[in-house]
Nanobody
Framework: QVQLVESGEGLVQPGGSLRLSCAASGFTFSTYWMYWVRQAPGKGLEWVSAINTGGGSTYYADSVNGRFTISRDSPKNTLYLQMNSLKFEDTAVYYC?????????????WGKGTLVTVSS
């Protein structure tokens, strides 16, 4: 069965850094696009980043572009999100997800999320 388990929860000061991880299992990790999505307190879901199957193409929301880096390690079946220069508004539950495959973009499985709190 597909499983996505996020880790990296933490309390970070503004300007600090944190790396999130997502351990994937139950599917062929290397053949699927992967995503990070977040939900701030009281807010809706916001797409954060995407990475293609090989890891050579990455995409970012304007709100995090230049500060966050998405990557993947196929032998470890792990997705990462390196977050630098964190801001108060980055406080959210962060979810990793996988693409369903085929044409278009659709996230069919999500992890349970990990909480990132940016506060002084």
């Amino acid at each position: 069965q597909v499983q996505l388990v996020e880790s990296g929860e933490g309390l970070v000061q503004p300007g600090g850094s944190l790396r999130l991880s997502c351990a994937a299992s139950g599917f062929t990790f290397s053949t699927y696009w992967m995503y990070w999505v977040r939900q701030a307190p009281g807010k809706g879901l916001e797409w954060v980043s995407a990475i293609n199957t090989g890891g050579g193409s990455t995409y970012y929301a304007d709100s995090v572009n230049g500060r966050f880096t998405i990557s993947r390690d196929s032998p470890k079946n792990t997705l990462y999100l390196q977050m630098n220069s964190l801001k108060f508004e980055d406080t959210a539950v962060y979810y990793c997800s996988k693409d369903r495959g085929g044409t278009g973009y659709s996230m069919d499985y999500w992890g349970k999320g990990t909480l990132v709190t940016v506060s002084s």
